[in-house]
């Protein structure tokens, strides 16, 4: 009984994170310039790579795995926004600003 409520955790984290992912995606192809694409990005991916790792984490119980698991989280966490932030810098400063005027 306790292992079917696991999967069942498991594969909400999962899908939640493969949700995220999607939204990611489509926001990447829909939003119309580099800051909204890497606001879009960056959000999702963060969520998604949380989600699914916390479902790992559940999937593997309490053991030395889960602690190396819970290591990445964090090191995504930090370091995604951090990069986002980098790449909006760099972009702001060149004035590499397009926008897509098709759509």
């Not at 959000?43 to 998604?48: A, E, I, P, R």
């Not at 559940?58 to 930090?78: D, E, H, M, R, Y």
Request: glycine letters at 8%.
């Amino acid at each position: 009984m306790l292992e079917i409520i696991r999967d069942v955790f498991v594969a909400i984290f999962l899908l939640g994170g493969l949700f995220f992912y999607f939204v990611g995606v489509v926001g990447l192809i829909r939003m119309p310039d580099v800051f909204c694409r890497m606001h879009a990005t960056t959000k999702c991916d963060t969520m998604g790579a949380g989600l699914m790792f916390i479902g790992m984490m559940i999937w593997q119980g309490a053991t030395f795995v889960s602690l190396n698991i819970l290591i990445i989280i964090v090191f995504i966490w930090l370091t995604n926004p951090t990069a986002a932030h980098y790449i909006a810098k760099c972009e702001y400063i060149n004035r590499h600003l397009t926008v897509d005027e098709n759509k």
